[in-house]
């Protein structure tokens, strides 16, 4: 066990370095293009234009998101829900040149996300606009470029008509953008699609379907070599192709290669085998390009739930927007990889991207770490759920932005079902569209049958029918997943339900009904899409514990509570889930359920349930925004991480003398825990069956308290608490002492308030500045509490409950990062982050 520990610290380690070079090299031919922009916010119609003059905009490296840099304002159009952070109209412009050795090749920029409502030109020439916020996109350069002279490259983005999103969206280029310099004869973008059949531990069969590009004016005789290699880069498998392409033409040719002893990717060992494409003219090798790929088997099952490799496992599973804190929207592999290494620390095995595309580099650590994911399209169809959002465009680019996603998509081991919607309001049994007209529905779905052929079917309804359509979309794209959606309407009269078209049902929480999911859905497999929604602040305690919290009282009914915190004791929830422990429960012991994806992972910006401003983040997270995990994170350890012996205690111990405290412990691999108090035992508690956690009322008197878990008698481990003195010192604790000099590696420095004795004072909150010198700057700054207005760029902090967060960026420079943190009356901390 210890050595397959290392070796899985040693693969998160490695994780984020492999795919900053896999999106270099993938697909050999890119290059990153995210360099030396110019932006402005603000609109000028003049802006697209090669002469117009930028010299006073600021000048600035991708991926970006404007709004992040913004104040927190009521009257923000995004609302709170939004974060109340702005929006509005920028513009990005960046000249390059081509060599004019080029010539003859085709250009092609890829943008990996824009929000939203992006407009792209060149030299003056518009290319398209693209609406969808988080779709990955791209445009043919070659008609427009000058060759070795400058090229304009001007990007529009509109994100003025709020709000448009339930979450923080964030504004502007805020994934990461390629440029590509192609043989007219190529693999196409996204073009290689790769099957597993026939496999076992002795043998699998791969079937590589590549689709080739010959926008050369002649035909193309080549020839399509691929080669499968391991993880140590020694060939395993080659196949290899002749053919004749038309001029013109866009060929899908299919291959296979067999493997022996193939190594399976797997949760514990993600294995990932590659497969490098090339394509030969002559015998020269034109185009390459790589595709990552892993082996498994898996099925979900109406009885046993979901099965890999043979294995009945649980999907322990968590949802997660994709904002990054105090970073925003702004993509970045180090911060992403970050809340994996977090939320596997936990136990977890399962990311829902929840609700939309996820950024590339998501899935590419998940891949590396082992991960099961839903890949997610939609929030909404066409009917909306706010004023500006995307069901403006639903019906002109569903097909289009649908296609996009699973093509892109497919190849990822770690995707394991497909989600064509979340709680989408076409689900409701009570919704206009049950009566079917065959004029909307030929309308909506296009399915090239008249009116009258529609109105036969039956009488399945418009969004019945618009749930088989995207359905049948996926599965003609990838038919080796299931299709699911997220659906908060559990009755099966639920028009999804009703298409037949979905492989897996999905609820989102109505923990009530998943008993009758076997009764109501014969012969299909289930899956809890979203759960919980539990309520709580990092540091916060409400007593009694054992009394519970519904807030608000109902979903539409304002709330208001003067703390602006919810208890982190597991006795605060939304009305329409359930605390933790009572989900965990269902999920646990129903072998029909294949798991949860737990509302949520991390905390994010917007949707700051239970309240309205100043809150402006939410309180549904395991993990605070800043990365702090609060104590329910321990509750999930004890359950997903048998390996790990865990004794959590809380909460603190400074309270008013006399005070009644209730003392929880989250415990595994023990048969009982023992408290003591200044020494004194408190007694001895042991969980029943169906518990989760021990625990004590005690009287506060200041001193210690110490948990002590035992099985078989012998100690297993222990854990003491210390009443804290006044703040006296700033003690700073780097995830990473190491960095890299690429100008995007981050290091996350903990800020703790320590007595002067070194325990953490559990109410400071003090404010800390920050200097920073040499080899990088302040990338944000943060302490996890949902109604604090100060701004996340920024070079200081108040600490919340004792924390707060400083994100270091490397600028391109190696050598040393040294930062300092002083607070007024405090000995101040410094830590050093080595650059190479």
Known sequence: MKKLLLLLIGAFLLAGCRVSEERARNNRRQQDFTADWAFCLGDDTLAARPDYNDAAWRRLNLPHDWAIEGEFEQNNPSGTSGGALPGGVGWYRKTFVVDKADKGKLLRIDFDGVYMNSTVYINGHKLGTRPYGYISFGYDLTPYIKWGEKNLLAVRVDNAEQPNSRWYSGCGIY???????????????WGTFVTAEEVSKNSARLLLRTTLDNESDADAALELVSELTDENGVVVGKASDTLTIAKGIRHETLQEISV??????????????NIKTEVRLAGKTVDTYDTPYGIRTFCF???????????????????????????GAAVNTRAIERQLEILKEMGCNGIRCAHNPPAPELLELCDRMGFIVMDETFDMWRKKKTAYDYSRYFNEWHERDLTDLIVRDRNHPSIFIWSIGNEVLEQWTDAKADTLSPEEANLVLNFGRSPDMLAREGEMSVNSLLTKKLADMVKKLDPTRPVTAGCNEPNPYNHLFRSGALDVIGFNYHDDWFAGVPRNFPGKSFIVTESVSGLMTRGYYRMPSDSMYIWPERWDKPFYDASFSCSSYDNCHAPWGNRHEGTLRHVKNNDFISGQY?????????????????????????VDLAGFPKDIYYLYQSEWRPDKNVLHLFPHWNWTPGQDIDLWAYYNNADEVELFVNGASQGVRSKGKDDF??????????????????????????QEISTAGEPAQIRLAPDKSTISADGKDLSFVTVEILDKDGNLCPNAENDVTFAVADAGFIAGVDNGNPVSLE??????????????????????????????????GLKQGAAVVKVN
């Not at 994934?175 to 973008?189: E, Y």
């Not at 100043?614 to 549904?620: D, G, I, L, Q, V």
Request: some cysteine; aromatic content about 12%.
């Open 175 to 189: 994934r990461n953008v390629w440029l590509s310099k192609l043989h007219p004869v190529h693999v196409a973008q």
């Open 260 to 273: 022996a002893d193939p190594e399976l990717w797997s949760i514990e060992r993600p294995y990932l085998y």
């Open 301 to 327: 099952d109406a009885e046993k739930g979901f099965i890999l490799n043979g294995k009945q496992v649980k999907i322990n599973g968590v949802c997660m927007h994709h904002d990054l804190g105090c970073l």
């Open 598 to 622: 737990i509302w949520t992972g991390f905390d994010y910006i917007g949707e700051p349930t239970p309240y309205g401003w100043p809150a402006r983040s939410s309180y549904f997270g395991i």
């Open 693 to 718: 956690h021990v625990m004590w009322r005690v009287r506060y008197e200041p001193g210690s308290i110490k948990a002590v878990s035992r099985k078989g008698g012998k100690v297993v481990a222990e």
């Open 791 to 824: 701004k996340f760029k920024a070079n200081h902090r108040k600490a919340f409950y004792g924390k707060c967060l400083v994100v270091l960026q490397n600028n391109g420079q190696s050598g040393s990062i040294r930062l300092t943190a002083a607070a007024d």
